[in-house]
């Protein structure tokens, strides 16, 4: 039985009309003075972290830790602002989803798996009342690399469950092949769903342990047991 699923954000729960990178975008032009600081920058799977190191890289600003939090700061500023002001929604089935684990006999502990930092986070889930739903996870302020973020959130599960984990005994849920890496690197179950900017179909030959259009084709009891 699986006691710990680990939900990726974007693209798995939510889909935010872009407000993350249009944040992204206007920390670059206001804060950084880069005209087009997102241009060729890949979103989908990675780390915030990761993402503002590139830009950094790209257009000669120091990659220093005050720098980091600079944008960091001014990101989660414009995220807040620009969630309202965009058409986003709560991805199909992903509210049964949530119901249909708390209702399981032996419910698992829900966490987050996800690339942003902890508050862009909340932010994006509050926004679509989804946040108060997780009591662990992840995030890119633990760390740049995914599987590491990975290993991170499953060791707080472990602590708040007062028990070992084995690898089967966590759900990793995701939208990228980034999700099926960190996931298999903990060696968990894997659920990729196709509801992101890759299709399902792409996904397959990453090797999940499963592959689906989106949350309506599987079953949380499917899944868990």
């Known amino acids: 039985m699986v006691r710990l699923v680990l939900f990726d954000i974007d693209g798995t729960l939510i889909q935010s009309g872009g407000a993350g990178e249009k944040a992204f975008a206007q920390v670059a032009k206001t804060v950084f003075n880069m005209a087009?600081?997102?241009?060729?920058?890949?979103f989908a799977g990675r780390t915030d972290n990761a993402i503002v190191r590139e830009m950094f890289a790209r257009h000669g600003v120091p990659d220093t830790p005050e720098n980091f939090q600079k944008f960091l700061d001014a990101y989660t500023f414009w995220l807040a602002e620009l969630l309202p002001k965009i058409a986003g929604r709560v991805l199909p089935r992903v509210h049964?989803?949530?119901?249909?684990?708390?209702?399981?006999?032996?419910?698992?502990?829900?966490?987050?798996?996800t690339g942003n930092i902890r508050l862009g986070a909340q932010i994006k889930l509050a926004h679509y009342g989804l946040w108060d739903w997780f009591q662990t996870g992840g995030f890119s302020d633990d760390s740049e690399n995914r599987c590491e973020i990975a290993a991170i959130a499953r060791d707080r599960g472990k602590r708040l469950l007062q028990r070992e984990l084995k690898g089967e005994?966590?759900?990793?849920?995701?939208?990228?092949p980034h999700d099926i890496?960190?996931?298999?690197?903990?060696g968990a179950r894997v659920l990729a769903v196709g509801t992101g900017s890759y299709k399902h179909e792409e996904m397959q030959r990453f090797n999940p342990t499963w592959c689906v259009p989106s949350l309506e084709a599987l079953t949380p009891a499917t899944a868990c047991r």
């Open 181 to 186: 890496e960190c996931g298999q690197s903990i």
């Open 96 to 113: 049964e989803w949530i119901a249909e684990l708390r209702a399981m006999p032996q419910a698992p502990l829900l966490g987050l798996l």
């Open 169 to 176: 005994e966590v759900l990793v849920i995701g939208d990228t």
């Open 36 to 42: 087009e600081g997102t241009k060729g920058v890949r």
